[in-house]
């Protein structure tokens, strides 16, 4: 089945980089939108950055210039840069993508989260 597996949380602290990593297996066919999403403690997911599978990304108003997304379309894998990380950054990271697979037509699938902490 289709896993999208997530790696580089951490903690860091303000000012920090970090970079995260999602890349999608088992059966991937195709990969179209990938994207990042965070929540908080206590609040909503909510959307952080977006990448189409031609390559153009959006971003939340709250990270536009200390964020970065891109994607390897080879490899199935989406890249969050985080620069300049704020302790509002904190939050629980999830990797969700729209993928055609061996099993399923174009369907939505999520990662298992992976921990930011922005803390001093």
């Known amino acids: 089945q289709v896993q999208l597996v997530e790696s580089g949380g951490g903690l860091v602290q303000p000012g920090g980089s970090l970079r995260l990593s999602c890349a999608a297996s088992?059966?991937?066919?195709?990969?179209?939108?990938m994207a990042w999403y965070r929540q908080p403690p206590g609040k909503q997911r909510e959307l952080v950055a977006g990448?189409?599978?031609?390559?153009?990304?959006v971003y939340a108003d709250a990270v536009k210039g200390r964020f970065t997304i891109s994607r390897d379309n080879a490899k199935n894998t989406v890249y969050l840069q985080m620069n300049s990380l704020k302790p509002e950054d904190t939050a629980v990271y999830y990797c969700?993508?729209?993928?055609?697979?061996?099993?399923?037509?174009?369907?939505?699938?999520w990662g298992q989260g992976t921990q930011v902490t922005v803390s001093s």
């Open positions: 088992g059966g991937v066919r195709v990969v179209y939108t």
């Open positions: 969700n993508a729209d993928i055609t697979s061996d099993f399923q037509e174009q369907a939505n699938y």
């Open positions: 990448i189409l599978d031609t390559g153009r990304p």
